[in-house]
């Protein structure tokens, strides 16, 4: 629920381009905010980059789920950054054909979307209940927006997600003759069939990042309350 497994050449060709016109959008303004950021900071960034593409590069489980480590990045350095890293991230795989070169801004958009609800899920939280009780919800939460952008970007494609890649957006095909009203059927019944497993996954990340918060808040806390605190956006 994470990443669109969607080659070029399916999508609508207005979809894939404002996908990708939001994305620039995004990133120009990103890139300004940050153009005085100090060095140290960018060098997390490149380092948790390659963090979430070993993660993402790892299925976990037979329908191929795997980690993302995107709301960890949203809760370490802030909504900004993390989006800069979900969307270098999602290039990288695009290379490597981990979904299409065209889907590489709606796959920064669902991806960032994670770890900017993540990242100001955090700070609201932080504070109440200790770092591992904040960072699990806050994954929870950031998972839970990249899934409903997710469900919405394939419902407004009218395609069919194929039951066998219950985390992916591995698509069957468009609506074809079924028309609209039939994929959106095919699309609820596969949302409730898949709900078990993307339980499962958002529990598994929020105990990841819920764990790497708490560790990071004994053996640097400073990371934490400069990156998820009082600096970013």
Do not use: Q
Request: net charge positive.
């Amino acid at each position: 629920m994470t990443h669109l497994h969607i080659p070029d050449g399916v999508l609508p060709w207005w979809l894939w381009v404002g996908g990708a016109a939001v994305a620039a959008v995004l990133l120009a303004a990103v890139s300004r905010r940050h153009r005085h950021d100090r060095r140290d900071r960018l060098a997390l960034l490149g380092a948790f980059c390659a963090l979430m593409l070993a993660a993402m590069s790892l299925p976990l489980g037979p329908l191929g789920y795997h980690l993302s480590l995107a709301p960890l990045l949203g809760i370490l350095l802030g909504s900004g950054l993390a989006f800069v890293g979900a969307f270098v991230a999602n290039v990288i795989l695009a290379l490597f054909g981990h979904g299409g070169v065209t889907v590489i801004g709606l796959n920064a958009l669902v991806t960032g979307a994670s770890a900017a609800v993540a990242g100001v899920a955090y700070r609201r939280l932080a504070g109440r209940g200790g770092p591992f009780r904040a960072a699990a919800l806050a994954t929870v939460a950031g998972l839970a927006a990249a899934l409903v952008l997710w469900l919405g970007v394939v419902a407004v494609a009218g395609l069919t997600p194929n039951p066998g890649h219950a985390e992916h957006a591995h698509l069957a095909g468009a609506a074809g003759a079924g028309g609209a009203a039939a994929a959106r059927e095919r699309l609820v019944r596969f949302a409730v069939l898949s709900l078990p497993l993307w339980l499962l996954g958002i529990a598994a990340e929020a105990l990841v990042c819920g764990g790497v918060v708490s560790f990071l808040a004994k053996v640097s806390p400073g990371l934490l309350g400069e990156s998820a605190g009082r600096r970013e956006s």
